[in-house]
């Protein structure tokens, strides 16, 4: 039972334009949410997150939206670099950002020069 | 700045051997967590220490076995290998009297042959 899903496999954008990652998640217990960055042979590097009580957090060109009703967020990434290339997971948890992640499948993300 | 470091970064055993895979934390942080990323999979959580202690159990199959030490590095032992075994293992860290999120490793490739 996947409880946190990410239905687009992959993701090709222009450079300078907007990504956009989708994420849906089915536990409602779940109340913080996090991305990383995945690039091969390496380690998942933490992005951004957000805690279920907000709907919106911003860290320079990375902006993650929740919407609790929908059980559904987003990442938006502006304006998109070549660097940015990668594959992006989507993680939950229940209690905080230390407990255990549950993660999403993934997307990977192509930015065309 | 120190990130976790896991050891080996690769590792070929064959059926029915046994394999010991290491992880050492960032400097601070108390909680250690395992994850296995089987191919085309997302990462799925295995095991996790809180201050040399046991904290949360995910599905860890019996034949594998961690511990958390002193220096707070932990060790997956893992036994009779099986061809679904191979995979890639993540180790993260986080601390947990923070509020950190996880930081991973750049995870243990192991092939069972």
């Known amino acids: 039972d996947q409880q946190v899903k990410q239905n687009s496999p992959s993701l090709s954008v222009q450079e300078g334009r907007i990504s956009i990652l989708n994420c849906d998640y089915t536990?409602?217990?779940?109340?913080?949410f996090l991305w990383y960055k995945k690039y091969p042979a390496e380690g998942p590097t933490f992005l951004i997150s957000i805690s279920s009580i907000k709907d919106k957090n911003e860290d320079g060109r990375f902006t993650v939206f929740l919407n609790k009703s929908a059980k559904h967020l987003s990442l938006h990434i502006v304006p998109s670099q070549p660097g940015d290339s990668a594959v992006y997971f989507c993680a939950a948890s229940v209690g905080g950002a230390t407990n255990k992640l549950i993660f999403g499948t993934g997307t990977l993300l192509a930015v065309q020069p | 700045a120190a990130g976790v470091i896991q050891s080996p970064r690769h590792l070929i055993k064959e059926k029915r051997e046994t394999a010991t895979l290491k992880c050492y934390p960032i400097p601070r942080h108390d909680t250690v967590y395992w994850y296995q990323q089987g191919p085309g999979q997302d990462p799925q959580f295995l095991i996790s220490?809180?201050?040399?202690?046991?904290?949360d159990k995910g599905s860890i199959p019996d034949r594998f076995s961690a511990q958390q030490f002193s220096d707070y590095h932990s060790e997956l032992n893992m036994s009779s290998l099986e061809l679904g075994d191979s995979a890639l293992y993540f180790c993260?860290?986080?601390?947990?009297?923070?509020?950190?999120?996880?930081?991973f490793g750049q995870g243990t490739r192991l092939t069972v042959v």
């Open positions: 993260a860290s986080t601390w947990t009297g923070r509020g950190t999120e996880a930081f």
């Open positions: 220490f809180y201050e040399k202690m046991q904290s």
């Open positions: 536990n409602s217990m779940f109340d913080y």
